[in-house]
């Protein structure tokens, strides 16, 4: 069944079936990576952020240091910081997590910043999102537009 799903992930990469079967994933080493989704933007909009959640359940801690897509051109991992009384992106190299401990990019702290989308983040869309773990395995998830 899972090499069927590859084989129609690779196929048909937006299909949202697939998505959905594939929406929470668990790599061999315990890191759980859901929740994944995005903000529908206008067409023109040319960056684009993505929003997940780890949980690290594995016996030793992490890192987070890298994320692609093929949705963009380039993806960075940002945290936002209040630098003046204004809240400023910023990116990090990358982040740190720590045995047993969830952790979830959401609005105003940690994203995934798609720079230079190649296709409008239009609203039930489905993207792939692969994530690079310092310790893990690579991992795709797939990010929903809602
Ligand atoms: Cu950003």
Not at 3 to 20: E, G, K, N
Not at 22 to 37: H, I, Q, R
Not at 96 to 114: R, S, W
Request: overall charge negative; glycine content about 4%; aromatic content about 6%.
């Amino acid at each position: 069944m899972n090499s069927i799903r590859i084989l129609i992930a690779f196929l048909f990469p937006f299909l949202p079936l697939i998505a959905d079967a594939a929406n929470e994933t668990v790599g061999l080493d315990g890191l759980l990576v859901s929740k994944s989704w995005s903000q529908a933007l206008p067409a023109v909009a040319k960056n684009g952020v993505a929003y997940l959640t780890i949980e690290n359940n594995s016996t030793r801690q992490d890192k987070l240091i890298s994320a692609s897509s093929p949705i963009a051109e380039r993806v960075e991992i940002h945290s936002h910081q209040h630098v003046d009384g204004v809240m400023k992106m910023r990116k990090v190299e990358h982040v740190d997590l720590a045995q047993d401990t969830t952790t979830i990019f959401e609005p105003g702290g940690l994203h995934v910043m798609l720079i230079g989308l190649k296709e409008p983040l239009k609203k039930d869309l489905i993207f792939p999102v692969s994530l690079i773990f310092m310790h893990a395995s690579e991992q795709v998830t797939y990010v929903t537009v809602r």
